[in-house]
C-alpha cells in the first residue's frame, strides 16, 4: 500500500529515539498498521548539530509550518515541547487534516481546548498519551477503558526527578541538595531544575490526568502546586520514625457531593505499606480508583527518550490505524464540566510537629485551639524535654481553610517556639 508519510518535529532525546524506532521495527509496524510508515521530514532548530541517531541530511529543514502543512504529510509528531511555536505547528497540522502526536504537557495543561477544537475542525486525530508517565499506558486507559466507568480519584507519582530525589533522601538521609546534585549528575534532572522541584512538572500532568478522569477541562493554572525544596531530611527520618515515606502526589479527586473536583500537587506522607511509598528511583506509577473496576495501578518508567517515545509510537500506530480505515478517535469529552474547587475547600490529614515549652497545660492549649477551627486530632504524642520538646500531631481529615487557620494562630501563641513543620498525610486508599 501507498505509505503514510510522518513529519517529525524535533529531535531531540525523544524524537532521535521515535526516528530509531521507525527504522528498526519499519517491517512490524507496517504489519500491525496494514500500510508502510515514510518520515517526510524532520524539523531542527539548528541544522549542523551532532544527533543521537543518523537522518538523511535531505530529510531536516528549519522551516517547520512548511513541513506540517505539506500536501504529502498524513501524520505529525511534535516533540519539540514549550508553548510556541508548538502551538501554532500543531494547529496549523490538525486545521489542515492531518493526525497529530504530540508529548507536549506543557501545552495540553495550558490551553489543550485550542488543539481540541483544532482537530475537531480539521477532522483529524489528537494523541498525547507521551505527555504522562512516559511508556506507562494511562491516559487511553482513561479516555476510552474506563469510559464506562465512574473514576473516584486518581493519584500517584508522576514526576522522576522528585521521586529520584526523595527517594534517596529516605534511604540514605541524604539533604535535599545533595539528592538533587546526584540527580543531575545522572541526568534525572536539568540543569534547571524548577519545572521538577517546584511541581510546575507534576502539575502539568495532573491537569491533563483529571480532564480525562473527569470529563471536564482542567488547566495547569487551576491546580494547586507545592513543590519539593523546603523538604528537610529531619522532616524525612520524621516520617521514616512514624512509618511513613514523603512523595510527590498528585492528587485528582471528585468532591463528596459529586459536584466538583479537586486537583493538587505536594509533598505528602504516605504509610510505607501503601503500594506507592515502594515506588523507587525515577520511576512514576498512579492509582486510579473507579465505582466498578476498584482500584487499578499502573507502574513503570515515567521519562526518558526511550520509554517516552515507545508511547509515542503506540499513538502514532494508532492514529495511522485511524487514517487508513476512514475513522478518528474518541473526540475530546468535556460533557460533565465540573468546577475546580479551591484548595481550602479540599479535605486532607495533617501532621504536624510543634516546638513547644516544657511545662503543664500546653498540650490541652493547642488541643483547644485545634476544637476552635474544627479540626480534630486523630493521635498525638510528646518528644523531648525542655528545649527539645515537641509535639506530633495527626489530624483527622478537615478542610485545608480550617487546617491553614489553625496553624497561623498556632504560630502565635507563647508556648509555640516554632512550627517545626506541617506535612500532609495522604494514602488511605
Do not use: W
Request: charged letters at 25%; hydrophobic letters at 45%; glycine letters at 10%.
Amino acid at each position: 500500500m501507498k505509505p503514510l508519510k510522518v513529519a517529525l518535529l524535533g529531535c531531540g532525546v525523544v524524537g532521535s529515539q521515535v526516528i530509531r524506532l521507525m527504522h528498526e521495527q519499519g517491517d512490524d509496524l507496517a504489519a500491525r498498521i496494514g500500510a508502510p510508515l515514510e518520515l517526510a521530514g524532520v524539523a531542527v532548530r539548528r541544522m549542523g548539530r551532532k544527533r543521537d541517531v543518523d537522518v538523511a541530511p535531505e530529510l531536516l529543514t528549519t522551516d517547520a509550518e512548511s513541513l506540517v502543512t505539506r500536501d504529502d504529510v498524513d501524520i505529525v509528531i511534535e516533540v519539540i515541547g514549550g508553548i510556541e511555536p508548538a502551538r501554532s505547528l500543531i494547529v496549523s497540522a490538525l486545521t489542515g487534516g492531518k493526525s497529530v502526536v504530540t508529548a507536549n504537557k506543557a501545552l495540553l495543561a495550558e490551553d489543550g481546548a485550542t488543539l481540541h477544537e483544532a482537530a475537531r475542525t480539521g477532522g483529524a486525530d489528537l494523541y498525547f498519551e507521551a505527555s504522562v508517565a512516559g511508556a506507562i499506558p494511562l491516559l487511553r486507559p482513561l479516555r476510552e477503558s474506563l469510559a464506562g466507568d465512574h473514576v473516584k480519584q486518581v493519584l500517584g507519582i508522576v514526576n522522576g526527578t522528585t521521586n529520584y530525589i526523595l527517594d534517596k533522601m529516605d534511604s540514605t538521609g541524604a539533604s535535599f541538595t545533595d539528592a538533587l546534585e546526584e540527580a543531575q549528575t545522572l541526568g534525572y534532572a536539568e540543569a534547571d531544575p524548577t519545572a521538577d522541584i517546584e511541581g510546575f512538572d507534576a502539575a502539568a500532568k495532573a491537569a491533563i490526568l483529571a480532564g480525562l478522569a473527569f470529563h471536564s477541562r482542567v488547566t495547569a493554572a487551576e491546580v494547586h502546586r507545592e513543590g519539593i525544596t523546603e523538604i528537610t531530611a529531619t522532616d524525612v527520618a520524621s516520617a521514616k520514625a512514624m512509618g511513613y515515606v514523603i512523595k510527590l502526589l498528585a492528587i485528582c479527586a471528585r468532591s463528596d457531593d459529586g459536584r466538583s473536583i479537586g486537583v493538587r500537587v505536594y509533598p505528602a506522607m504516605i504509610p510505607r505499606t501503601h503500594p506507592l511509598a515502594g515506588v523507587r528511583e525515577a520511576y512514576n506509577a498512579v492509582f486510579v480508583e473507579a465505582a466498578s473496576a476498584g482500584q487499578l495501578m499502573f507502574y513503570g518508567k515515567g521519562a526518558g527518550g526511550a520509554p517516552t517515545a515507545s508511547a509515542v509510537l503506540g499513538d502514532l500506530v494508532a492514529v495511522a490505524r485511524n487514517r487508513l480505515a476512514g475513522t478518528r478517535a474518541p473526540a475530546e469529552s468535556t460533557y460533565a464540566d465540573l468546577p475546580v474547587h479551591p484548595m481550602g475547600e479540599t479535605v486532607t490529614r495533617c501532621h504536624v510537629a510543634l516546638d513547644v515549652a516544657d511545662k503543664p497545660g500546653v498540650l490541652a492549649r493547642v488541643a483547644d485551639l485545634f476544637a476552635k477551627h474544627d479540626v480534630s486530632i486523630q493521635t498525638v504524642r510528646q518528644e523531648g524535654h525542655g528545649d527539645d520538646a515537641q509535639l506530633v500531631i495527626v489530624t483527622h481529615r478537615a478542610t485545608d481553610a480550617a487546617l491553614s487557620a489553625t496553624m497561623e494562630e498556632l504560630r502565635d501563641l507563647d508556648i509555640v517556639r516554632a512550627v517545626a513543620s506541617v506535612m500532609r498525610v495522604e494514602g488511605d486508599l
